[in-house]
């Protein structure tokens, strides 16, 4: 009988590419802590991550359609939810380490604000003065200071790699924390193949979703060749078949589609760059996981179809125009009454700039918590 300590510990061995990222050789944690004889440091981490609060409150926060639009569009939680999954595929195929993709897929949304990135922008823009808002920063802040689970520290005490792919999630102009993160420094495969993930998931599902809600009409679909293809195929392949059918079948093959391509091509850098472990992987002198040319040409062909005909339609600009009223309503009225804020937020007063606190409690608020004491101090 084999002991299921040692099970756990060979079974990373047994499966991983010699680049993938082994919990046993995790950078660790910000606080020392007895790893679980059950579980690996990854799968820890993501346990902590969704037993946590501020997962549960994506269930209420924007994808791209506000909370009370109905309950058949995609939220902040299942967004993640299918991010997950396409990075666990992802993972496996390429012989990467999924408990480590699975966890960074869990807690990269956790900072984002009510509203979605129209939120951000509004609380970027109040917060200016004082540093800015970046949803990627903030869910670093969350996990390591915000969430108190723990008497013998704050925040969640998450590994290095999965708070490295929070901070490297996306490229942004300035980086964030260099002093923990090297910004020459590429991440973990993982962490590269959640950014990937993630773009796959909302271009994929914000034209599902962008077609359920009337946004997008059937017509629309020729403006874009991937989607033309893919629609001509569906029904090329059973003429029979109600639209709606149609609909899900283009869904399906838009995401299949990247994901084959992402892992072909990622695939063909690792060989061509004789990339043989982690340390080949943080010196690489180009980013591994990636799209090929063509498909990166129709990737932006997508984008800028979604930014035209979704993004930019009136009913999300109103959407956005109200997430403005909103957000800078609540901002200033706790600025000028910080007796206003709620528990921990409130306790915080004297300690740290009042600006910082109302940041928090905003950001962490859902569209419908946020409706709720607008409706309140307006």
């Known amino acids: ?148 689970r723990y008497e013998d520290y704050p925040g969640l005490n998450l590994t290095y790699e999965v708070r490295e792919g929070i901070v490297k999630h996306e490229s942004t102009a300035q980086p964030l924390s260099p002093d923990i993160f090297p910004p020459d420094e590429w991440p973990t495969l993982e962490a590269s193949l959640v950014d990937k993930a993630d773009s796959i998931a909302y271009n994929s599902h914000d034209v599902d979703d962008g077609l359920s809600s009337g946004i997008l009409n059937w017509d629309d679909l020729d403006d874009v060749p991937m989607l033309a293809e893919a629609k001509e195929k569906s029904i090329r392949a059973n003429p029979e078949l109600p639209r709606k059918y149609y609909h899900h079948s283009i869904i399906r093959q838009l995401v299949d589609r990247q994901v084959i391509d992402l892992i072909n091509h990622s695939v063909a850098n690792i060989s061509n760059f004789d990339i043989s472990s982690i340390e080949d992987v943080r010196r690489s002198k180009v980013k591994l996981i990636a799209f090929s040319d063509n498909m990166e040409k129709s990737l932006g062909q997508l984008k800028e179809f979604l930014k035209k005909k979704m993004y930019r339609h009136p009913r999300m600009v109103e959407n956005a125009a109200e997430a403005k009223i909103i957000l800078e309503t609540l901002f200033d009225r706790y600025k000028a009454n910080p007796q206003k804020l709620h528990g921990k937020y409130k306790l915080r007063l004297g300690k740290e700039p009042v600006e910082n606190i109302i940041c928090d409690f905003i950001a962490g608020m859902t569209d419908r918590y946020a409706q709720k004491m607008y409706e309140e101090l307006k």
């Open 1 to 148: 009988m084999v002991n299921p300590e040692d099970r756990i510990g060979r079974f990373e061995e047994a499966l991983l590419a010699p680049y993938a990222s082994f919990s046993s050789q995790t950078r660790g944690r910000q606080y020392p802590l007895k790893e679980h004889p059950m579980r690996t440091a990854f799968q820890r981490d993501r346990d902590r991550v969704i037993h946590c609060a501020a997962f549960r409150r994506m269930e209420y926060k924007t994808q791209v359609f506000v909370n009370h639009e109905g309950d058949h569009y995609r939220t902040r939680l299942t967004h993640t939810i299918e991010v997950a999954q396409i990075s666990r595929t992802i993972a496996r195929a390429l012989g990467l380490n999924e408990d480590l993709s699975e966890a960074i897929a869990c807690v990269h949304d956790l900072g984002h604000t009510p509203f979605g990135h129209s939120g951000e922008d509004v609380l970027d823009e109040l917060m200016k003065d004082f540093g800015g808002f970046n949803h990627n920063r903030q869910s670093l802040r969350v996990v390591d200071v915000l969430e108190r």
